[in-house]
């Protein structure tokens, strides 16, 4: 299962005044469904944008599965090792449900004929009816369109799901279909599965919680609180 381990991470934007993360020392685990909550401006999607291979830390290191990212070639990955789900799903809007998830499959080399079936699985996956594969984001609802963003995160084989206030547009019924179906991926097939959310109910579904606040991530234990 992957493991995101993180030494001492900081992080500055470049005519920033101050470290957004600062010295962030962690663990993700594969199997594991990890929310993270803090205030507005705590930095974490900062954070998940270092873990996302879109930034790199301004000191100390991350390493996926005891390999450093600073080692690695990070466009590669970030085609083929994370993935990212938005709260406002950033679907391709000019491409049908199932278009957006055998997108990330032809970037990543898989055979052009083999990707419909493929595609289609893993929107039967998150609960998408064969009705829906044809139809453009602009024709889906929210839950639908964030499960859809959700089963092209899966289509390039990625072990480590980033997720940015993934519910944040979603009414109650929905975020808790989607928290179910991220609970799965991390609890059946092992994925790791990290969460960043306003959300307490969200919080209260996950396996580990974690705090930010002024750049500064420490684990939750609600007994001790
Ligand atoms: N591109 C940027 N340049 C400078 N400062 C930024 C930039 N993006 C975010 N920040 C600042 O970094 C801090 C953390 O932001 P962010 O990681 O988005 O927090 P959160 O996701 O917890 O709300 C905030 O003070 C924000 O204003
Ligand atoms: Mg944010």
Redesign the pocket.
Known sequence: MPELLLENVCYQ????D?Q??NGVTCRFEGGKLNAVI????????????LLAGLDQPSQGQIRIDDEPLSDLDLDQYRRERVSMIFQAFHLFPLLTALENVCFPMQLNGIPRDETPERGKALLASVGITEDKYIRYPANLSGGEQQRVAVARSLATGAQVLLA?EPTGNLDKANGDKLIEILGGLAHERGYCVII?THDPGIAERSDKVWH?SD?ILTEHHPALS
Do not use: E, F
């Open positions: 934007y470049k005519h920033g101050r957004v993360v803090g205030p507005s401006g705590s930095g974490k999607t900062t954070l998940l944008s940015d960043v930010m750049g």
